[in-house]
C-alpha cells in the first residue's frame, strides 16, 4: 500500500476536504512513493488565520522560549536522521551519503540560528550625535517580526533549504505558512513530523501542499501573507515577484555560474574543484560550475585533466551511492539532452558523455562551445558542462557578465591580485577564489544579482529580512 500523507493544518494532522491527492513518483524507483494532500484555497485561508491567531502570542515568548522550542525540533531530526535521508534518497534521487549530510547540515543550522537570534542586540543612539541635535534625544532602535512568513522550497535540498527559511522566521517571532515543492512534499512532512513532536504551540506553522494552479497565486497574493521567502526557478521567482504587492521578497533562484580559469592556474586543482562543482548530485543544484571560461594557452591541458576526472565519476542508482543519478524527471532529463544536442549539432565537440538511458544522462563534458549555442547562457540543472575559450581574463569577464544570471562565480589563479580583479569586475553574489561555488558555511551572506535573486539570505541576514527596524525616541527631561 502506498502511504496518504496528511497536511499539517494548525498543529493537526489532517486529510484536505478536497479529497484529492497528489502521487509522488521516485525518480530513480520509478514508482509513486506516496500521496500528499492537495489543500483547498478555503483551508489556506483557515491556516494562515490560525498563524495570525497565535503570532503576537508567539512573539511574546522571550528569545530563549522560542530558542528552546527550535533546539528540540533540531534535536527531533538528529534522532530521526537516518530515515529522513532515506525520504530524501527516495524521494529527489540524492545518493545516501550525501542526504545524511544534508540532515546534519540542518540540525547544525537550526541551533545556529538560535545562538544568532540570541546575540543580535539592539541599538541605542544619541540625538546629538546629529548638528543640532538633542542630547535629550535617546533613540532604542530593536527588531520586530513582520508576521506571517510564506516559505516555499525547492526539490534539490527538501530539508535544508525548508528549515533555512522557517528557522530564522521563527526566532524572529514570525508564525510561518510553509508549502514545500511537491516533488519533496514527502521529506518536508517527515521534517515537520520531527517539529510536531518537539511541542511547538499550535498555529506556530501550517504546512501545505498541492497544486500551483490552485493554492500558487492565491497563497502569494494573500493578503494575510506578510513576508515571502522562495527558492527556485528564475521563471517561478519572478512571477511572484509580479503576483506579490507591497511586502518583502527573498528570491533565491537559478544561476549560470561561471568558472574563470586564469593562464596561471593550479590546473590540478582547479579541475579537481570544477569537476566537483558541476556534477555533484549531477549538477542539480543552483549553485553548480555551469559553464568554464579558460584561456586558450592552458585549455588543452585543461580538457586533459577533466575528462578522466569526468568519466571516473559513478553513474547510476543512488541507492548504490553513485555519484551521478538520475534526474528529477524525464521532462528535465529530456531539456539537458536538448541542449547537448543543440550544442553538437552547431559544432561543439563532444569530449565524453551524451549517453542517455531515460532520466539517468551520462556526464558529459563539451569543448569548443561558442556564444552562438544555447548551453553557452541556459542553465541546465543537470550533468553537462560547457568549456568556453577566451583569450583574455577581460573577454572571461565579458562572457561572464553578459548572462542574465549573477549567481557566484569561480576564478582560477595563483595571482591574488588577478583575483581580486576579476572579483571586482564579475557581476555576482558570490565570487569564489579557487573554489567551486557553495552555498555556504551557512553563516556567509548567499546572495544573487539580476535574474539569479532578490535579497540576502545566510542565517544571520535571513533573521534580518524576517524583520524590520522599529524606533523608540526617549525625551528627557
Not at 532529463?333 to 558523455?353: E, N
Request: charged share 20%.
Amino acid at each position: 500500500m502506498v502511504k496518504s500523507y496528511q497536511a499539517y493544518f494548525a498543529g493537526q494532522w489532517q486529510n484536505s476536504e478536497s479529497k484529492e491527492t497528489l502521487d509522488i513518483r521516485s525518480p530513480w524507483r520509478h514508482e509513486v512513493i506516496g500521496s500528499v494532500q492537495s489543500v483547498t484555497k478555503n483551508e489556506v485561508d483557515k491556516a494562515i488565520e490560525s498563524a495570525h491567531e497565535v503570532q503576537e502570542d508567539w512573539a511574546n515568548l522571550s528569545l530563549t522560549q522560542r530558542g528552546q522550542y527550535l533546539d528540540r525540533w533540531a534535536d527531533e531530526i538528529n534522532k530521526d536522521v537516518n530515515n529522513l535521508a532515506m525520504a530524501v534518497m527516495d524521494e529527489v534521487g540524492k545518493n545516501f551519503d550525501d542526504a545524511k549530510k544534508e540532515v546534519l547540515r540542518t540540525v547544525d543550522l537550526i541551533h545556529y540560528t538560535v545562538q544568532e537570534a540570541l546575540h543580535m542586540n539592539g541599538q541605542s543612539m544619541r540625538g546629538d550625535g546629529f548638528p543640532g541635535g538633542s542630547k535629550d534625544k535617546v533613540g532604542i532602535i530593536t527588531r520586530v517580526p513582520l508576521g506571517t512568513v510564506l516559505a516555499i522550497s525547492p526539490f534539490n535540498y527538501p530539508i535544508n533549504l525548508s528549515a533555512a527559511k522557517i528557522a530564522p522566521a521563527l526566532m524572529a517571532g514570525n508564525t510561518v505558512i510553509f508549502k514545500p515543492a511537491t516533488q519533496g512534499s514527502i521529506c518536508g512532512i517527515k521534517m515537520i513530523e520531527a517539529f510536531d513532536r518537539a511541542g511547538f504551540p499550535a498555529g506556530v506553522l501550517s504546512l501545505l501542499t498541492g497544486r500551483g494552479s490552485i493554492i500558487g497565486d492565491y497563497l502569494t497574493e494573500h493578503q494575510g501573507i506578510n513576508m515571502i521567502s522562495f527558492t527556485g526557478s528564475t521563471k517561478t521567482g519572478q512571477h511572484l515577484s509580479e503576483k506579490s504587492i507591497m511586502i518583502p521578497l527573498v528570491l533565491e533562484l537559478g544561476g549560470k555560474d561561471p568558472a574563470i580559469v586564469c593562464e596561471n592556474a593550479d590546473l590540478d586543482r582547479t579541475a579537481k574543484n570544477i569537476v566537483s562543482g558541476a556534477y555533484a548530485y549531477s549538477g542539480q543544484r543552483c549553485t553548480a560550475v555551469k559553464r568554464v571560461l579558460v584561456n586558450d594557452k592552458v585549455a588543452d591541458q585543461l580538457v586533459e585533466k577533466l575528462e578522466p576526472l569526468v568519466e571516473s565519476l559513478k553513474v547510476g542508482s543512488p541507492a548504490e551511492g553513485n555519484d551521478i543519478v538520475p534526474l528529477i524527471d524525464d521532462k528535465a532529463a529530456d531539456f539537458v539532452q536538448g541542449l547537448i544536442d543543440d550544442a553538437v549539432t552547431k559544432g561543439a565537440t563532444l569530449i565524453t558523455g551524451s549517453t542517455r538511458n531515460g532520466n539517468l544522462l551520462a556526464p558529459t563534458l563539451l569543448d569548443n562551445v561558442t556564444p552562438d549555442m544555447d548551453i553557452a547562457w541556459v542553465e541546465p540543472f543537470g550533468p553537462v558542462l560547457p568549456i568556453i575559450r577566451v583569450h583574455s581574463n577581460e573577454e572571461a569577464v565579458k562572457i561572464a557578465n553578459e548572462s542574465d544570471f549573477g549567481l557566484q562565480a569561480s576564478v582560477f589563479t595563483q595571482d591574488i591580485d588577478e583575483a581580486l580583479e576579476i572579483s571586482r569586475g564579475v557581476e555576482a553574489g558570490t565570487v569564489q577564489v579557487n573554489g567551486r561555488p557553495s552555498r555556504g558555511p551557512d553563516n556567509f551572506p548567499f546572495l544573487g544579482v539580476k535574474a539569479s535573486g532578490l535579497g540576502t539570505q545566510g542565517v544571520h541576514n535571513s533573521i534580518l529580512s524576517m524583520s524590520r527596524e522599529k524606533l523608540t525616541v526617549l525625551n528627557l527631561k
